[in-house]
């Protein structure tokens, strides 16, 4: 059974500061891994890809990856209260598309 | 990345009946991929939807509950048939797109769908 695990949050933070989400997945084997938010009442949204081990920026966004760990975060810079959604985190274990598990996704809210 | 339209956004079902979703993606993909996101709960896939071909469903998901049409490279429609309120769920159409590292999932707009 593959599994990603995900902290149900809620993580709440102040306005301006770092969030850092943190996802960790069973499949060695996986080769993509996808970060995205999802608002109340409305679908998912995709924010990164990363496949790479090490860090990917953009904009406020950076994803990083251990495979070694089993580990993918998404750290949010500056955070703003619109940013205040649940995070899925995404794994692919076969890079066609057809094998995504998500975790349970992470509650995020940033207080003004 | 694809733009994915699904028909009904939102509905209220009597048990027992059936409804069916539609989906429709502005460009031709291979894949595409029905998954449900009950209250509170991630998304789980149903099932993936073949062109020319049956569904390829995911364990816990049989034909004769969700059957699925894959019509052409654009269209597809999943079918929750004689629900009950533990049907009520989000259901979501979405479909791979391929960049250079791999495919992406993207997701429509979803159905909302609640049974009483």
């Known amino acids: 059974q593959k599994e990603v695990e995900q902290n149900s949050g809620p993580l709440s933070v102040p306005e301006g500061a770092i969030a850092s989400l943190n996802c960790t997945y069973s499949d060695r084997g996986s080769q993509s891994f996808f970060w995205y938010r999802q608002y109340s009442g409305k679908s998912p949204e995709l924010i990164m890809s990363?496949?790479?081990?090490g860090d990917k920026e953009d904009g406020r966004f950076t994803a990083q990856l251990n495979k070694a760990s089993q580990y993918v975060s998404l750290l949010i810079r500056d955070s703003q209260p619109s940013d205040s959604a649940t995070y899925l985190c995404?794994?692919?274990?076969?890079?066609?598309?057809?094998?995504?598990?998500f975790g349970g996704g992470t509650r995020l809210m940033v207080k003004p | 990345s694809a733009v994915i339209s699904q028909k009904p956004s939102r509905d209220i079902c009597q048990r027992g009946t059936s409804l069916t979703i539609q989906c429709q993606v502005d460009s031709q993909v291979t894949m595409m991929f029905w998954y449900r996101q009950q209250p509170g709960q991630s998304l789980t896939l149903i099932a993936t939807?073949?062109?020319?071909?049956?569904?390829?469903?995911e364990s816990g998901f049989v034909i004769d509950k969700f059957p699925i049409s894959r019509p052409n490279l654009t269209f597809s429609t999943l079918t929750v048939s004689n629900m009950s309120p533990e049907d009520s769920s989000i259901y979501l159409c979405s479909v791979a797109s391929g960049g250079f590292s791999g495919n992406t999932i993207y997701f429509g707009e979803g159905s909302w769908l609640t049974v009483v």
């Open positions: 990363i496949y790479s081990n």
């Open positions: 939807a073949n062109q020319g071909s049956e569904a390829t469903y």
């Open positions: 995404a794994v692919d274990s076969n890079n066609a598309g057809n094998m995504l598990t």
